[in-house]
């Protein structure tokens, strides 16, 4: 087929090729495309603190914003509860479905505890953490004793973000847990033997089997993680609303929370969710690209 | 550089390996002498990888012992037993270079990085792999991954090779050159090699002797060429040989309770025979004809030179079974009876 044959196919195809892809254009038009643009336009707008007479006056407002103490304090709130949540959430996956991979007896029990998480809603998991770490009558916090007591982890400025994160990473357990239990069970056994038979004990097996033969599977988990905990929200409305003196107030929360600063200044906050969009993509962009360099995806 | 193992004679003693109740490997007792090339052959499920695993310490005997040189090493590890394995399907870790690969072996022995780099490159430069030391196993063709295998295998001088059919993944050309790189790679190596085959065609051409299986037991062991010429029982004879033995029932070829067999190229067309049958299918092969026929209910082939004139199809002709040639088989035991 010569090229301008090809080429009037392609023409000729288009409005069927079109016609078939219309309801998903128009789905993702109405709930992604449009909100994204609404969400670029709406940023750029000054408002006042009532969120009324709102203007456009040129583009500035996001560099306002980026520069602003609220913003960089809210972004440093995430990044410390990204980099508390994510590796140690990975870790604890990677542990507990290492442990139940083993062909035993009752695994089944303890697989099913181990992911139950994933069908716990962030609600139920805040509401359970805030009454276990609650001062008067949480059993968590009567077992801590010190500043759990007096006045309670989710009280103090320091432990703060260190409670939500505690809460965080138990709920989002379940689902790294299943995921790098799939990881698990996609490597042959034949690389476990064979190494085996070479004399290596369960920790060369476990760094040099295991790891890296889960590193796409942990690639995914690491920028979705990331991605959960840059756009926490439940957590911190729940347990802390933000406080105390701001020291849980991340981003999500800057955006929406009832105790935010910038509570009924759309144009504010559609900046704010509008940076929050554009670190999010360049860190997840950084992940991809810099771990996927080691990260080997099958023969 | 030459990889001289140590003496390594490998006696299995009514070994037994129970799954679930059933025996995948039933009783088997096995002495094969140090450097030999050992095929334990047999069909898919009759025990033959188990009893290799066993050997590699894979998997624990329910009974019975496994001694490699003078050593019992039922509850020894694999790393102490020397035993190297080559799978399947290689099991070369896909993230290593070719090189890593060939080191992890002696990585693990904590051999220093210098050391196992030289060591690495001499094994890779034995199987010709040397340019492609910095490759991943994914950049390779089969033939090359199977050769990064047998280099991780050689390079910290086993005593004894156990292979879990390395070669079923290649194509039918490089299975045969493969086969012969083998072969001269045990004759280099003077090592003990175990190789588990479902292929009778490797089991003939590699081994210095052959352990025929079947439904976990051993059904015999021998040279390939004692295995071919005086199966032990009905199994060996219809296993070993393509295409397989003709076994005749009672009654049909010599007037004694015994079943016979005849290989198809020892069966003749004779006009003067008094076994008459027609003949059903001829296939032309090239270099050789294939004459099937019916006598009685069983089916039966003859093999002619392909400079023979072949009957056609539905031509009535007479079957000869010269005596020299005649196998005869317990029909009862279906074990060898003139032995």
């Not at chain 1, 069927?16 to 940023?43: D, H, I, N, Q, T």
């Not at chain 1, 379940?174 to 056994?189: D, E, H, K, N």
Request: proline share 5%; aromatic share 8%.
């Amino acid at each position: 087929m010569t090229r301008d044959a090809a080429s009037r196919r392609r023409w000729r195809d288009a409005p069927l090729a079109l016609a078939m892809l219309a309801p998903s254009l128009v789905v993702l038009g109405a709930f992604v495309l449009y909100p994204l643009a609404r969400a670029f336009w709406l940023g750029h707008q000054r408002c006042d603190p009532t969120g009324a007479n709102c203007q456009s006056n040129g583009w500035d407002q996001y560099i306002d914003v980026f520069r602003s103490k609220e913003f960089q304090q809210a972004f440093g709130v995430t990044f410390r509860f990204a980099l508390l949540t994510v590796p140690v959430g990975l870790a604890l996956g990677i542990g507990l479905a290492v442990l139940a991979d083993k062909q035993l007896r009752g695994m089944g029990f303890f697989r099913t505890v181990f992911s139950s998480t994933v069908a716990t809603s962030v609600a139920v998991a805040s509401l359970m953490w805030f009454f276990l770490l609650n001062p008067s009558v949480g059993v968590l916090a009567d077992w801590i004793g010190g500043v759990a007591k007096n006045p309670g982890l989710l009280q103090d400025e320091g432990t703060a973000l260190w409670a939500v994160a505690v809460s965080s990473i138990w709920a989002n357990l379940g689902f790294t847990f299943i995921v790098v239990t799939a990881g698990l069970q996609s490597i042959p056994a034949d690389l476990y033997e064979s190494a085996y038979v070479d004399g290596a004990g369960g920790w060369m097996r476990f760094s040099n089997v295991t790891l890296p033969m889960l590193g796409p599977t942990l690639l995914f988990a690491g920028v979705v993680l990331t991605s959960r905990a840059f756009q926490s929200y439940g957590e911190f409305d729940l347990l802390t609303g933000g406080g105390p003196n701001g020291s849980t107030t991340s981003l999500t929360y800057l955006i929406y929370g009832n105790n935010s600063i910038i509570k009924n200044n759309s144009g504010l906050q559609a900046a704010v969710a509008v940076l929050l969009f554009a670190v999010l993509l360049v860190l997840s962009l950084l992940q991809i690209r810099g771990v996927e360099r080691r990260v080997h995806y099958g023969n | 550089m030459s990889y001289c193992a140590a003496v390594a004679a490998v006696r299995l003693s009514s070994l037994t390996k129970v799954f679930d109740g059933v025996a995948a490997v039933d009783d088997v007792s096995l002495d094969i002498a140090d450097h030999d090339f050992m095929i334990l052959l047999g069909p898919s499920g009759c025990g033959k990888s188990t009893l290799l695993r066993m050997i590699a310490g894979l998997e624990d005997p329910t009974s019975g012992d496994v001694a490699i040189g003078d050593v019992r090493v039922n509850d020894i590890e694999p790393k102490q037993r020397d035993v190297a394995m080559v799978f399947q399907s290689y099991a070369l870790y896909p993230h290593k270079t070719v090189q890593a690969n060939i080191e992890f072996p002696l990585k693990v022995r904590g051999v220093s990085k210098t050391e196992r780099a030289e060591q690495a490159r001499q094994a890779a430069a034995t199987l010709g792999l040397t340019e492609y030391l910095d490759r991943k196993p994914g950049q390779l063709s089969g033939g090359q991954r199977q050769r990064v295998a047998l280099a991780r295998a050689i390079v910290r001088r086993p005593a004894v090779f156990c292979m879990d059919e390395p070669l079923s993944n290649l194509d039918a050309k490089l299975r045969g050159e493969t086969r012969a790189e083998l072969v001269a790679l045990h004759a280099r190596l003077a090592s003990t090699f175990v190789y588990v085959t479902h292929d009778q065609v490797e089991a003939m051409t590699m081994g210095t002797h052959v352990a025929v299986m079947s439904r976990g037991r051993l059904e015999q062991v021998g040279t390939p060429q004692e295995v071919y010429a005086r199966p032990a029982s009905v199994f060996v004879a219809q296993f070993i040989g393509t295409p397989p033995m003709n076994v005749l029932p009672v009654g049909v070829v010599i007037d004694r309770p015994v079943l016979v067999g005849i290989r198809p190229e020892h069966l003749e067309l004779d006009p003067t025979s008094q076994v008459r049958t027609t003949v059903t299918l001829v296939e032309h092969l090239g270099h050789e004809t294939l004459v099937h026929a019916r006598v009685g209910e069983t089916p039966v082939v003859v093999r002619l030179d392909a400079i023979e004139d072949a009957p056609s199809v539905g031509d009535d002709v007479g079957l000869s079974f010269p005596e020299r040639h005649l196998h005869l088989f317990d029909p009862a035991t279906s074990r060898r009876v003139d032995a």
